[in-house]
């Protein structure tokens, strides 16, 4: 009896123990929780539409006055010329530098690798991001940098000398057709024609829909076309001049995925420099005088050469680092030298009419 009672015992004890070890295994085989979702991935690659329109227009302009011709027949065609050399705002030229500079860096693969590296990890990306729009000289740290550097600097440089050479042809040909009758004639409304230069000074230059897909294309990739040679890039060097190195700035943006359609207000922001922003704003003040005082057409022309062509392909070589010739480095000395008389003499002649003024209010009061 006892016997029967200790094994019915025992039997629900070894029941029970039982249990409470299938329930301790079953806790223990709970699944681990699961896995973080990965982060998400960068925006694509890319430049705003709005950067790739100050790009297009930028080269649009650049091509037209390259192409322009200095065989002059009549002065319908130095008016229309001069129209076409001067149809650019200060701004959007300098903007549009930058934008193309930023396309021809996205060339360059060795530095989109690099800055993509950053784009995997948002930390990082929002920490490049942050400074990049702080203080865009610290692109020159990214791996490769001085190699895109010097692939913008002889985009540029190339554009602007072909500009310049392009100016001196047709500043030379005002002397060439002087022995043409039609152009010592005088210009007929010339008051209107210089404010018509003006207006065309306060717009953006214009690009067509085939060159805008273009550099779209090229800055994503779809189209393999090389904007700079080999043969270019072996003649540029020394350091990236801050309108190259903002040009960088906004590709590794473009990379980071910040530059996109919407989403473009602080990258506009980085694309202008007050170096060559003050080097075109002088170029068309330049024109601007020298079509205040010219008479007949072979002056304009001169002024179309020097200041509408040849002064912007030298703010635009200047921009790329390229070294400036010592003549113009003097004359700009002498012309400023010569504003700075002018704006005493103006001075001098407004204090002397208020001393003249207040003699004559002083002699009023006296009767």
């Known amino acids: 009896m006892d016997h029967r009672r200790a094994r019915k015992t025992f039997g629900l004890g070894s029941g029970l123990l039982a249990s409470v070890c299938l329930i301790l295994l079953s806790a223990c085989s709970t699944p681990a929780p699961p896995a973080p979702a990965p982060p998400p991935a960068p925006p694509p690659i890319g430049l705003s539409s709005k950067i790739i329109e100050l790009a297009a227009g930028y080269v649009a302009h650049t091509e037209r006055v390259e192409g322009l011709s200095n065989a002059f027949v009549d ?3 130095v008016a229309r ?5 001067s149809a650019y705002k200060v701004s959007d030229l300098e903007a549009g530098a930058i934008g193309y500079g930023a396309v021809v860096a996205l060339q360059d693969s060795t530095f989109v690798t690099a800055i993509g590296a950053y784009a995997q990890d948002p930390v990082r990306r ?6 990049l729009y702080a203080n865009p000289n610290i692109v020159s740290g990214i791996v490769g940098s001085d190699h895109t550097a010097a692939l913008v600097t002889a985009a540029l440089d190339a554009q602007g000398q072909a500009i310049l050479a392009n100016g001196a042809a047709i500043k030379q040909s005002a002397y060439t057709i002087q022995h043409q009758a039609w152009s010592k004639s005088m210009v007929d409304g010339r008051p209107q024609r210089l404010a018509d230069i003006k207006a065309l ?12 897909s273009r550099l779209q294309q090229v800055s994503t990739g779809s189209l393999h076309e090389p904007l700079v040679t080999p043969a270019a890039i072996a003649t540029s060097g020394g350091a990236a001049t801050p309108l190259v190195t903002r040009a960088l700035a906004v590709a590794a943006l473009a990379v980071l995925g910040e530059v996109r359609d919407g989403h473009d207000d602080q990258a506009l922001a980085l694309m202008s420099d007050p170096a ?8 068309k003040l330049n024109l601007y005088q020298c079509l205040a005082v010219a008479g007949p057409h072979y002056e304009d022309v001169f002024c179309m050469g020097q200041h509408a062509i040849k002064d912007t392909g030298q703010c635009l070589i200047e921009a790329a680092g390229a070294p400036i010739d010592p003549a113009i480095l003097a004359a ?11 704006a005493m003499k103006l001075q001098t002649l407004a204090q002397a009419q ?8 002083a002699r009023k009061r006296g009767r």
């Open 81 to 85: 010329d001069l129209r076409l050399a």
């Open 276 to 283: 060559t922003h003050r080097c075109l704003t002088m170029a």
């Open 201 to 212: 000074g306060e717009q953006a230059p214009l690009a067509d829909q085939a060159g805008i």
């Open 354 to 361: 208020t001393a003249r003024s207040k003699s004559s209010e």
């Open 126 to 131: 929002q920490g490049l991001t942050a400074g």
């Open 332 to 342: 700009r000395a002498t012309q400023i030298a010569s504003n700075q008389a002018a």
């Open 75 to 77: 002065g319908g065609e």
